[in-house]
């Protein structure tokens, strides 16, 4: 590895989109450490991948974030990239509002925020030794308030839900603060929505799915390795920003 070759962190990049993302940071000579919290599917996917190298990482363990920061800081030195990909959809059945399972929906919120919050935060000091520090977090169109106030577009007229579509909003506030607080250091923090591709996440949902993992994400490999004076602490896909 040489000195000049940028690091970047993938949480849940063992398949689906989070595998996609590592492929194409890994196309761009980005050496990728693939985030996993299985030891097993997290080498198997690194197999496939020119200068990739498995990491495990559960974002709602603690022990394994930090010891992940600790490996990363003593092996490469810094960090310029990090995904926060990993999520979880949850049992749609159990965050219909007037039959909402609260423990279910603490759970999806305890992957898709808090997980965010504390690989964030373990990963900062190796993203502040970076020259230009880059976060993507993968949010969903689908926490658009704009998109489910609009009486034309398609999310407005599915059913209500208390959990997923929730916390990628409140993920979408997150990016906002951390952008705004990491500003003045060059850090650039930004949200996308890679929009539904035909990956394990969608399973069960009466959709059908042509869009592939890869197409879902190129926005992220793009927000990844943006350059100097680009935006900080927007929300993102294919087309541009997206309405919060």
Not at 34 to 49: N, Q, S, V
Not at 119 to 143: D, F, K, Q
Request: aromatic share 4%; charged share 20%; hydrophobic share 45%.
């Amino acid at each position: 590895m040489t000195d000049d070759m940028r690091i970047a962190l993938v949480t849940g990049a063992n398949k689906g989109i989070g595998l996609a993302v590592a492929e194409g940071l890994a196309g761009l000579g980005v050496k990728v450490l693939i985030g996993a919290r299985d030891p097993d599917k997290g080498a198997a996917a690194a197999k496939g991948i020119h200068s990739a190298e498995p990491i495990t990482l559960d974002v709602t363990d603690p022990a394994t974030i930090e010891t992940a920061a600790t490996e990363i800081g003593e092996k490469h030195g810094r960090l310029d990239i990090l995904v926060n990909n990993a999520g979880i959809s949850g049992d749609r059945s159990a965050q219909r509002p007037g039959a909402v399972d609260l423990q279910r929906v603490r759970e999806i919120f305890e992957t898709n925020l808090f997980g965010v919050i504390a690989v964030t935060e373990a990963m900062l000091p190796l993203l502040r030794r970076s020259a230009g520090g880059r976060i993507v977090n993968v949010s969903s169109g689908t926490s658009s308030m704009g998109w489910n106030t609009d009486a034309t577009h398609y999310l407005s007229r599915l059913p209500g839900t208390t959990g997923y579509p929730v916390s990628k909003a409140a993920l979408n506030m997150l990016t906002i603060q951390y952008a705004k607080a990491l500003a003045a250091e060059g850090i650039l923090v930004n949200a996308i929505a890679p929009g539904a591709c035909a990956t394990d996440f969608i399973q069960g949902m009466p959709i059908e799915i042509d869009r592939t993992a890869a197409e879902g994400a190129e926005i992220a490999v793009r927000l990844a390795t943006l350059g100097y004076g680009c935006p900080s602490g927007g929300f993102f896909d294919d087309d541009g920003a997206v309405p919060w």
